[in-house]
């Protein structure tokens, strides 16, 4: 069964896509947007700038890379394994090893392939919450 949904989160929108490939969107507040599938297609005109990606491995806890910096417009692609996801927090969370996630942030679930343009500088903090007291965490830096 194919479903879509589409959730406005902190200015980046993000979508889902069922098997068809078929997506649904709203225009983001600040331009910023997010494609997720779940075996279906990522749109490749999501971004304009370059895509980098952040993985993870069964048998790892760490994302790779664990710190990125970006230039703005630019694609970040998650792909997550089974047991891992990506949740993106303030500072403080990230500082202190916890678990809170942003209300506005973005979120990439278990075994998950999401892809979100960041359109602003600044630095995007995020984490593995099962994993974070393990030091599962990454940043974007968006220049």
């Not at 069964?58 to 790779?64: G, I, P, W």
């Amino acid at each position: 069964m194919t479903t879509f949904r589409a959730l406005l989160l902190s200015g980046l929108v993000l979508t889902s896509v069922g098997c068809s490939g078929k997506s649904d969107s709203a225009a983001p507040a600040d331009g910023t947007t997010g494609t997720t599938t779940d075996g279906g297609d990522v749109d490749p005109n999501s971004g304009s700038g370059t895509t980098h990606t952040v993985t993870t491995t069964l048998e790892s806890m760490e994302f790779m890379p664990a710190d990125l910096t970006i230039a703005v417009g630019d694609t970040v692609r998650f792909e997550m394994t089974s047991n891992h996801n990506a949740i993106e927090v303030s500072q403080d969370t990230y500082d202190q090893r916890t678990v809170a996630r942003l209300s506005d942030g973005f979120v990439v679930e278990y075994g998950e392939t999401a892809e979100f343009v960041f359109s602003e500088p600044g630095v995007h903090f995020y984490i593995c919450e099962p994993h974070v007291m393990m030091d599962m965490v990454g940043t974007i830096t968006v220049e």
